[in-house]
């Protein structure tokens, strides 16, 4: 998604934007720019494609400012051209933005009577006509904005600069993530703290509806006019500063860092194998009183909430539904007395879900209608975190790759946590079994570690897959959504068109699929489906299917003709869905690489899915 960086400084900050620029790359892009006001004068470069295309330009022009707004594109209004690249600009004024103006139509057919020329066909160019006219009647530039906002229909990010304002930078905050960077007589705004980190560690989190003006020395925030206090937040220096070190991709690297950052999220919650008497205490909510549970998610999270379904039925007898967040917010679900919302997301600040969440909030608030809501979320400081009841973290680090990896199974592990804490609160799960779970989740770091190792194994099988146009993924139990899992990895990096089923669904449709040509993966734990699941390979290999195998090395499953098997160390059924999530992601990553694919910036998709 869309990427604004800015700043305002004594020094020139060209390379600050630049560099912060390439620090969201990873959130998907496909054009960018930049502006820098210099003696009264607005200097801009836009171009189609990757940041250093942005750099190479800059650097011919020779571009210096001590005020500036750079931003990187990911088409929604108008095509990635360099007209469309932002920022815009009317007259004295420069915008960039993240997010959408719904109502740019009618705003640019009012603009356009008034003689204003449009050069680009985004949304984003009205902002900056809207305050080139406002400020024909505002006393300042502040005050043109803070006039402008409320024309402004949709959910939205701002930077603003103006000529005649040399060390001033205005910036809004209405419905998409914005953080101010506080420096030493310079500051910053970006989408993401991740492009500020070089330059500071003590951030200012703007909240919805905030208008912020910054100079060099000083960071004032208003809401409605009014001056408001928003505390400087220090972040702990051990907040990674991503990078790929030794290894080829990122996503690569997060595959491998899992055994780590499990270890990470449960340590947060143990002591020995038993959960921490603070762990999720500290909150105005009582699991006991909780008689269902409703997950919301996207995409690789929502196989997360899938799995959960399980745990939370078959563990502790407790009703859970699963949704995906696009659907759940515009349908009306029933709320229902005593009913935890959990929102599961990597970023926090997926518009679905956090417009799944804020609509739950408001019409249980007006229906009087008690809930509770917690994220589980990779990002402390993110809306989601902020909004909720409670949150639970997943210490992952930065996730970078825009396929998730160690999220996903960081999320697994905290949502097994989460479900034995209400399982021990509402006394629903025998105190022995919880710590033979724990015990066996304390194990789960060195069995992932074990299943790394047949990292060459899988790039041996991969190599038969790079030609393939078509994949099923197949599973039982709480692998069905690890084959989900797998196909949507395999098809956002690969582009292979992949599905994941149930494989008990496979003689209600799929098997038609089924010949000489497709590839079957099939994901084959010590768990009680599994003579149900070799019914399944059967009806597969009847049918001319060839079969790819990951299975427990108890499985008694073997090496045949058109059947390539990789043994997984043995887990138990439970956590099993942790570990087979690894065979999938690197059977992914390497077909994506024999592919010769973007694998951590895959065509047409971005990191966070900021808007709708
Ligand atoms: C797939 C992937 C996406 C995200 C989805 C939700 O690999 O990464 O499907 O899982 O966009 O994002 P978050 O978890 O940030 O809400």
Same mark, same amino acid.
């Given at each position: 998604m869309c990427?604004?960086?800015?700043?305002v400084a004594?020094?020139?900050?060209?390379? %600050?934007l630049?560099?912060?620029l390439?620090?969201?790359?990873?959130?998907?892009y496909?054009s960018?720019?930049?502006? #820098?006001?210099?003696?009264?004068q607005?200097?801009?470069?836009?171009?189609?494609?990757? !940041?250093?295309?942005?750099?190479?330009?800059?650097?011919?022009?020779?571009?210096?400012?001590?005020l500036?707004?750079?931003?990187?594109?990911?088409?929604?209004?108008?095509?990635?051209?360099?007209? @469309?690249a932002?920022?815009?600009?009317?007259?004295p004024?420069a915008?960039?933005? @993240?997010?959408?103006?719904?109502?740019?139509?009618e705003?640019k057919?009012?603009? /356009?009577a008034?003689?204003y020329?449009?050069?680009?066909?985004?949304?984003?160019?009205?902002?900056?006509?809207? =305050? +080139?006219?406002?400020?024909?009647s505002?006393?300042?530039?502040?005050?043109?904005?803070?006039? !402008? !906002?409320?024309?402004?229909k949709?959910a939205?990010?701002?930077?603003?600069?103006h000529?005649?304002?040399?060390?001033?930078?205005i910036?809004?905050r209405e419905?998409?993530p914005?953080?101010?960077?506080v420096?030493?007589g310079? @500051?910053f705004?970006?989408s993401?703290? &991740?492009?500020?980190?070089p %330059?500071?560690?003590?951030?200012?989190?703007l909240?919805?509806?905030? %208008?912020?003006?910054?100079?060099?020395?000083?960071?004032?925030?208003?809401?409605?006019?009014q001056p408001?206090?928003r505390?400087?937040?220090?972040l702990?220096?051990t907040?990674?500063?991503?990078?790929?070190g030794?290894? $080829?991709?990122?996503?690569?690297k997060?595959?491998?860092?899992?055994?780590?950052a499990?270890?990470?999220?449960?340590?947060q919650?143990?002591?020995?194998?038993? &959960?921490r008497d603070?762990f #999720?205490?500290n909150?105005?909510?009582?699991?006991?009183?909780?008689?269902?549970?409703?997950?919301?998610a996207?995409?690789?999270?929502y196989?997360?909430?899938?799995?959960?379904k399980?745990?939370?039925?078959?563990?502790?007898?407790?009703?859970c539904?699963?949704?995906?967040?696009?659907?759940?917010?515009?349908?009306?679900? =029933?709320i229902v007395?005593?009913?935890?919302?959990?929102?599961?997301?990597?970023?926090?600040?997926?518009?679905?879900?956090?417009?799944?969440l804020?609509?739950?909030?408001?019409?249980?608030?007006e $229906?009087?209608?008690?809930?509770?809501t917690l994220t589980i979320?990779?990002?402390?400081t993110?809306?989601?975190?902020r909004?909720? +009841?409670?949150?639970?973290?997943t #210490?992952a680090g930065?996730?970078?790759g825009?396929?998730?990896?160690?999220?996903?199974?960081?999320?697994?592990?905290?949502?097994m946590? &989460?479900?034995?804490? %209400?399982?021990?609160v509402k006394?629903?799960?025998a105190?022995? /079994?919880i710590?033979?779970?724990?015990?066996?989740?304390?194990?789960?770091?060195?069995?992932?570690?074990d299943?790394?190792?047949?990292?060459?194994?899988i790039?041996r099988?991969?190599d038969l897959?790079?030609?393939?146009?078509?994949?099923?993924?197949?599973g039982?139990?709480?692998?069905?959504?690890?084959?989900?899992?797998?196909?949507?990895?395999?098809? /956002?990096?690969s582009?292979?068109h992949?599905?994941?089923?149930?494989?008990?669904?496979?003689k209600?449709?799929?098997?038609?699929?089924?010949?000489n040509?497709?590839?079957?993966?099939?994901?084959?734990?010590q768990d009680?489906m599994?003579d149900?699941l070799?019914? @399944?390979?059967e009806?597969?290999q009847?049918r001319?299917?060839?079969?790819?195998?990951?299975?427990?090395?108890?499985s008694?499953?073997?090496?045949?003709?058109?059947?390539?098997?990789?043994?997984?160390?043995?887990?138990?059924?439970l956590?099993?869905p942790i570990?087979?999530?690894?065979? !999938?992601? &690197?059977l992914?990553?390497h077909?994506?690489?024999?592919?010769?694919?973007?694998?951590d910036?895959?065509?047409n998709?971005?990191?966070?899915?900021?808007?709708e």
């Amino acid at each position: 998604m869309c990427g604004i960086v800015g700043g305002v400084a004594e020094r020139s900050i060209t390379n %600050i934007l630049i560099e912060g620029l390439k620090r969201l790359e990873y959130r998907g892009y496909d054009s960018a720019g930049l502006a #820098l006001i210099n003696a009264g004068q607005v200097l801009r470069q836009r171009r189609v494609g990757k !940041v250093v295309n942005l750099e190479q330009a800059v650097n011919e022009a020779d571009l210096m400012g001590s005020l500036g707004i750079a931003h990187t594109r990911w088409a929604t209004h108008g095509k990635p051209t360099e007209d @469309n690249a932002h920022p815009h600009i009317s007259g004295p004024v420069a915008v960039v933005h @993240n997010g959408i103006i719904e109502n740019y139509q009618e705003l640019k057919d009012d603009l /356009e009577a008034l003689g204003y020329v449009f050069t680009s066909q985004t949304d984003t160019e009205v902002v900056a006509h809207l =305050v +080139h006219d406002a400020l024909k009647s505002a006393p300042n530039l502040l005050k043109a904005v803070e006039q !402008v !906002v409320p024309q402004l229909k949709g959910a939205f990010a701002l930077g603003i600069v103006h000529t005649d304002y040399p060390d001033e930078l205005i910036t809004v905050r209405e419905g998409s993530p914005l953080v101010i960077g506080v420096g030493i007589g310079e @500051n910053f705004i970006s989408s993401d703290q &991740l492009a500020l980190l070089p %330059i500071t560690n003590r951030f200012i989190y703007l909240e919805e509806g905030d %208008i912020a003006r910054l100079t060099r020395d000083s960071i004032e925030v208003f809401v409605n006019g009014q001056p408001v206090e928003r505390p400087i937040k220090e972040l702990d220096a051990t907040v990674s500063n991503a990078s790929k070190g030794e290894y $080829k991709h990122y996503m690569l690297k997060e595959i491998y860092e899992q055994p780590e950052a499990i270890q990470q999220t449960i340590s947060q919650a143990l002591n020995g194998n038993t &959960l921490r008497d603070d762990f #999720l205490k500290n909150a105005d909510v009582d699991f006991s009183q909780i008689q269902n549970v409703q997950i919301i998610a996207c995409g690789t999270s929502y196989h997360a909430g899938m799995i959960a379904k399980y745990w939370f039925e078959q563990l502790i007898n407790l009703p859970c539904q699963v949704e995906i967040a696009s659907e759940f917010r515009y349908r009306t679900p =029933v709320i229902v007395n005593h009913t935890l919302y959990v929102c599961i997301s990597q970023s926090g600040e997926t518009a679905d879900t956090l417009a799944a969440l804020r609509d739950t909030q408001k019409r249980a608030a007006e $229906k009087n209608i008690h809930i509770a809501t917690l994220t589980i979320c990779n990002v402390a400081t993110s809306s989601m975190v902020r909004e909720t +009841h409670h949150s639970l973290l997943t #210490l992952a680090g930065p996730e970078i790759g825009v396929a998730s990896t160690k999220a996903f199974t960081t999320q697994l592990a905290a949502l097994m946590l &989460l479900v034995l804490k %209400i399982g021990q609160v509402k006394q629903s799960i025998a105190a022995d /079994e919880i710590s033979s779970i724990i015990a066996d989740l304390w194990h789960i770091p060195k069995v992932m570690l074990d299943t790394l190792q047949k990292d060459k194994e899988i790039l041996r099988l991969s190599d038969l897959f790079k030609e393939k146009q078509h994949c099923l993924f197949l599973g039982r139990g709480t692998e069905f959504p690890i084959a989900l899992e797998g196909a949507l990895k395999l098809k /956002e990096i690969s582009y292979i068109h992949a599905e994941g089923y149930a494989a008990g669904e496979l003689k209600h449709g799929p098997l038609a699929l089924v010949d000489n040509d497709m590839p079957v993966v099939i994901l084959a734990p010590q768990d009680d489906m599994l003579d149900k699941l070799k019914s @399944n390979m059967e009806e597969v290999q009847a049918r001319g299917g060839e079969l790819f195998v990951f299975a427990d090395e108890t499985s008694g499953i073997k090496e045949k003709d058109r059947q390539h098997v990789v043994l997984v160390p043995n887990v138990n059924a439970l956590l099993a869905p942790i570990v087979y999530s690894i065979p !999938v992601q &690197l059977l992914s990553y390497h077909v994506a690489v024999l592919r010769g694919t973007d694998v951590d910036q895959p065509r047409n998709l971005a990191k966070s899915v900021t808007v709708e």
